[in-house]
């Protein structure tokens, strides 16, 4: 059954919340706002670029490096000026270095770049969500880690640092402002059908991956299946949940 046919036969779970989604483009990312939309939120995407924004009545768009502090403050700023809040923010963007080089062979430059998109997006997401979440009563915070947040040996060094730092400061951050009813959880999935996933294992670009099913259930992850997971962390469902690391995987 797909999303849309399910959440007719439900209760829309997001309804009257307002979601901030960073590299709205992507892949996760779109199916993400469009399942949000589909339980009646509110979506402002946040990117460099909207060649694919995903299209709906409640979406808009707000340029946005997530690595400069100006722009994350004015994508916050926008949303709640906007919505009048923000109750869901998604800190999804991430970027990834070249595969196949060893430690030796990789750059500063390179390394530090990636840890500015990965770990910088996700502090300032974090930072100025909190603000206004703080102001407004609470929300929901959802990073995007990785596997390689968890274990080590499956992608480049400054990748698998970034996710690591993502899931020590999802922890950290959900101690200290789980006071004001934030949440701040963040996902480690596996692989799944997407840019970055064909680049890190050398794939075509049309590549389907069917198969790539290394994780729990030994089924192929699709970005949809995430969005769910995305959805429940965004959720009133998950009103009880803080410093969840959700991982589908196995080692």
């Known amino acids: 059954m797909g999303s849309s046919l399910l959440v007719s036969s439900v209760a829309k779970r997001l309804e009257g919340k307002v979601a901030l989604i960073t590299d709205g483009c992507g892949g996760l990312s779109a199916a993400t706002a469009k399942l949000f939309l589909q339980h009646g939120a509110k979506v402002v995407i946040a990117d460099v670029n909207h060649h694919s924004l995903p299209v709906g009545d409640g979406t808009s768009f707000v340029h946005c490096d997530v690595t400069n502090e100006f722009h994350v403050q004015s994508a916050v700023d926008e949303a709640v000026s906007k919505h009048g809040k923000l109750d869901i923010m998604f800190n999804n963007a991430g970027?990834?270095?070249?595969?196949?080089?060893?430690?030796?062979?990789?750059?500063?430059?390179?390394?530090?770049?990636?840890?500015?998109?990965?770990?910088?997006?996700?502090?300032?997401?974090?930072?100025?969500?909190?603000?206004?979440?703080?102001?407004?009563?609470?929300?929901?915070?959802?990073?995007?880690?990785?596997?390689?947040?968890?274990?080590?040996?499956?992608?480049?060094?400054?990748?698998?640092?970034?996710?690591?730092?993502?899931?020590?400061?999802?922890?950290?951050?959900?101690?200290?402002?789980?006071?004001?009813?934030?949440?701040?959880?963040?996902?480690?999935?596996?692989?799944?059908?997407?840019?970055?996933?064909?680049?890190?294992?050398?794939?075509?670009?049309?590549?389907?991956?069917?198969?790539?099913?290394?994780h729990l259930i030994g089924k192929k992850l699709e970005p949809e299946d995430v969005a769910e997971a995305v959805v429940y962390l965004a959720s009133d469902e998950s009103r009880y949940k803080a410093r969840l690391v959700a991982q589908g995987f196995s080692q």
Request: hydrophobic share 40%.
């Open 95 to 214: 970027n990834l270095d070249r595969v196949g080089r060893g430690i030796v062979d990789c750059t500063q430059a390179d390394f530090e770049h990636v840890l500015r998109v990965n770990v910088v997006g996700v502090f300032l997401g974090t930072k100025h969500a909190a603000r206004v979440m703080r102001r407004g009563g609470g929300g929901a915070i959802i990073n995007t880690a990785s596997v390689c947040g968890v274990v080590g040996g499956v992608a480049t060094h400054a990748y698998t640092s970034s996710k690591h730092s993502v899931v020590g400061l999802t922890r950290n951050a959900a101690v200290e402002i789980g006071r004001y009813g934030i949440r701040v959880n963040c996902m480690s999935p596996f692989v799944f059908p997407s840019r970055m996933s064909r680049s890190l294992m050398g794939r075509a670009e049309e590549d389907p991956m069917d198969d790539v099913k290394l």
